[in-house]
């Protein structure tokens, strides 16, 4: 037993060399600044917290646009708190690299729980690193209801993926926020990009049929679909699927005579949503040319969903996959609609802000505070209708209906 090292007070009494736990003295700090005693007694040093130096707006900026994964890291974890102090630096660091986003293609993947999202994208990103890409994945695990917290698992299950210098991926909680997204995907979004990374993955959450909020902030939106997931009903209601450009057959090699079928359905859902939902999308779409016998038909101007069949274990169909994303960014590229849909994605981006910044405010009124517990008891022991109470508070705090 060496000079720094004891038994532990819980060990068995007696000379017992041969128990092999030893508890090490003190140091004065531990492991990255974090101590592991505070105390004050006699002949002990009280610990030293050794503390990173803070960077600057312009600091985050210069590592980020450098490849500083470091720094990388850092400014999201920036981008992403909701400390007062932190969010007007973030915002101005956003604001210094604004001008070299934009650059990359965004996709957004999504699909039920346990279609294969990870399994895919950690595939999918080895095959773009062997094309010469830099990719960044942005992995949104879900968040606890109760607990409020999450395992952030995604990362664990792209291990190839995460031991390459070229790819950078962030997991990121949900939190309270729908839509299958974290509420500042938005912005670490545009961190990778002005950090180099030319292709851009958005993971959802396991999501349903409702949750279409990535849709909103990518590109290309692909959902992932499972064999046997459905009937044709199924494959026909409204939601996710009508805003899907690009659906795929996860895990075909299972079945592949229940993927073929599945290929089938989705693709008369698509063609039908594009008659009756959305014509602007349709393969009959005005302005699209179509020839009939020998006649050459003119290549299309506008994008129509396509669905098609992979197997993100194995491997088979990212080559299509990749062609089916290239294809789409060039079209819409050409016929402006790329350029249009991130106009909106912007516009959209500033009102949803808008309204979160106005929830704060109404929280962090003075009075709104002061009265907020006798007018959630009122409510609570049905003295008080709920929308009575919701109007009451909304004029305290300046924000009620003006008359």
Same mark, same amino acid.
């Given at each position: ?16 060399? !041969? $128990? ?6 003190? *140091? ?42 470091? *720094? ?6 920036? %981008? ?14 956003? &604001? ?6 934009? /650059? ?6 999504? !699909? ?11 595939? $999918? ?11 960044? %994945? ?16 995604? &990362? ?48 959802? %959450? ?9 849709? !909103?902030?990518?590109?290309?939106? *692909?959902?992932?679909?499972?064999? /046997? ?5 199924? +494959?026909?209601? &409204? ?10 057959? /996860? &895990? ?5 005579? +229940? ?18 939902? /959305? ?15 020998? *006649? ?24 299509? $996959? ?39 405010? $109404? ?41």
């Amino acid at each position: 037993m060496t000079s720094n090292t004891k038994m532990p007070e819980w060990a068995p009494e007696g000379n017992c060399e !041969g $128990f092999a736990c030893r508890v090490m003295d003190g *140091v004065e700090a531990g492991h990255d600044g974090i101590s592991s005693y505070s105390g004050t007694e006699q002949g002990v040093k009280p610990a030293v917290r050794h503390r990173r130096p803070q960077l600057s707006a312009q600091q985050c900026a210069d590592g980020v646009r450098q490849g500083d994964r470091a *720094v990388l890291g850092r400014t999201i974890t920036l %981008v992403e708190s909701n400390a007062a102090q932190h969010i007007e630096k973030a915002q101005e660091v956003l &604001k210094i690299l604004l001008p070299f986003t934009g /650059n990359s293609i965004r996709v957004g993947i999504t !699909g039920v729980p346990g279609v294969g999202k990870s399994t895919f994208i950690e595939t $999918f990103g080895c095959h773009l690193l062997e094309q010469g890409h830099k990719v960044a %994945v942005l992995a949104v695990d879900p968040s606890s209801s109760i607990s409020g917290g999450s395992i952030l698992g995604d &990362k664990t299950r792209m291990e190839r993926l995460s031991r390459d210098e070229r790819c950078f991926i962030r997991p990121s909680p949900a939190g309270s926020t729908l839509g299958g997204v974290a509420r500042k995907t938005r912005e670490t979004m545009l961190v990778c990009e002005a950090a180099g990374f030319d292709v851009v993955l958005i993971e959802t %959450v396991g999501v349903g049929q409702s949750e279409t909020a990535v849709s !909103g902030m990518s590109d290309m939106f *692909v959902l992932l679909q499972l064999p /046997n997931a459905g009937d044709d009903l199924q +494959a026909i209601k &409204k939601g996710v699927m009508e805003l899907a450009d690009l659906v795929v057959i /996860n &895990k075909a090699d299972i079945d592949p005579a +229940a993927a073929t079928r599945a290929r089938a359905q989705i693709q008369s859902a698509l063609r039908l949503f594009g008659f009756h939902g /959305n014509p602007e999308r349709s393969a009959h779409a005005p302005g699209v040319a179509h020839g009939h016998g020998d *006649v050459h038909e003119p290549a299309p101007t506008r994008w129509q969903p396509r669905v098609l069949q992979i197997s993100g274990l194995k491997g088979e169909g990212l080559d299509a $996959f990749w062609h089916a994303v290239t294809e789409f960014k060039a079209m819409q590229t050409a016929n402006g609609r790329l350029a249009e849909r991130r106009r909106q994605q912007s516009l959209a981006w500033m009102w949803e802000r808008i309204d979160a910044g106005l929830k704060t405010a $109404f929280r962090q009124h003075a009075g709104v505070r002061d009265a907020l517990p006798a007018t959630t008891q009122a409510v609570a022991d049905g003295q008080l209708p709920p929308s009575t109470a919701a109007r009451r508070l909304l004029d305290m705090a300046g924000l009620g209906p003006r008359t």
